[in-house]
């Protein structure tokens, strides 16, 4: 393989590729990781970097002790005015709160600093909070913040306002991606939400740009059971599908 990019981004473009054209369809155990080296002509370390990051990114489940193997299909689609989970939750009469599970400036080693692919000298914030709507889990928040961007972000306690708001306020932004699939949540975020082995999530994958400078990258999962997505829009000759974010379930 040769690219300008790194080889273990190459493996996961070739991957993802395969999963895609469903070459390797939903359910398909994919080979290990010492074939995947020699295929690619990689390390093993190579190989396992580009699939722990499919695997974050909610394509591959590995299962201790059986292999690692493609969720399905997805489906990208339009996602506008993404509302905030407290005001959501304000909405429909129930009480919001929300527990921050983690703040802290990522270190230079870290694989969550990839999901910013900022140059290795720039500071990147991450958040990981769980919120609640009458003390029933109902959103997870993985949030990785360009420090330059947002400065303050370190600083904020987000157990009383919500890194939707700080963020509307203190940041300016360009270019919103985000693309929504439905993943099988591993063992720590199924103890978050308080789910079953068998309970699937919603995944909302939301990337914000200043002018091609990325800001922020946010991985919202949601209980399948407790959210559900509603569209209304004026019927077209499309191909897009123009989606509303994530709606509370009743």
């Known amino acids: 393989m040769s690219s300008d990019q790194p080889l273990y981004e190459q493996i996961k473009g070739a991957i993802d590729r395969r999963i895609e054209t469903e070459e390797w369809p939903a359910n398909f155990q994919i080979p290990s990781e010492e074939n995947l080296a020699g295929e690619f002509g990689a390390s093993r370390l190579t190989v396992r970097r580009a699939l722990r990051e499919l695997q974050a990114d909610g394509i591959l489940l590995r299962i201790q002790g059986r292999g690692t193997f493609v969720i399905g299909p997805r489906m990208q689609c339009a996602v506008f005015n ?79 306002i919500t890194p939707h708001n700080w963020l509307l306020r203190e940041t300016t932004v360009t270019t919103v991606d985000n693309t929504i699939r439905a993943i099988r949540a591993d063992e720590e975020i199924r103890q978050h939400l308080q789910i079953d082995a068998n309970q699937p999530c919603l995944l909302l994958d939301r990337s914000t740009w200043r002018d091609g400078i990325p800001v922020t990258r946010s991985r919202f999962i949601y209980p399948g059971d407790r959210y559900r997505l509603r569209s209304t829009h004026e019927a077209r000759t499309s191909r897009i599908v123009t989606t509303s974010p994530p709606g509370k379930g009743r």
């Open 82 to 160: 993404l509302s905030d989970i407290a005001e959501e939750v304000a909405l429909s009469g129930g009480a919001h709160s929300c527990r921050v599970l983690q703040l802290s400036i990522l270190g230079k080693d870290s694989p969550g600093r990839n999901m910013l692919q900022l140059p290795a000298d720039e500071t990147v914030f991450h958040s990981r909070l769980l919120h609640l709507e009458d003390g029933t889990p109902i959103q997870l928040e993985d949030r990785y913040v360009n420090a330059a961007e947002a400065p303050g972000y370190i600083e904020q306690d987000f157990s009383k």
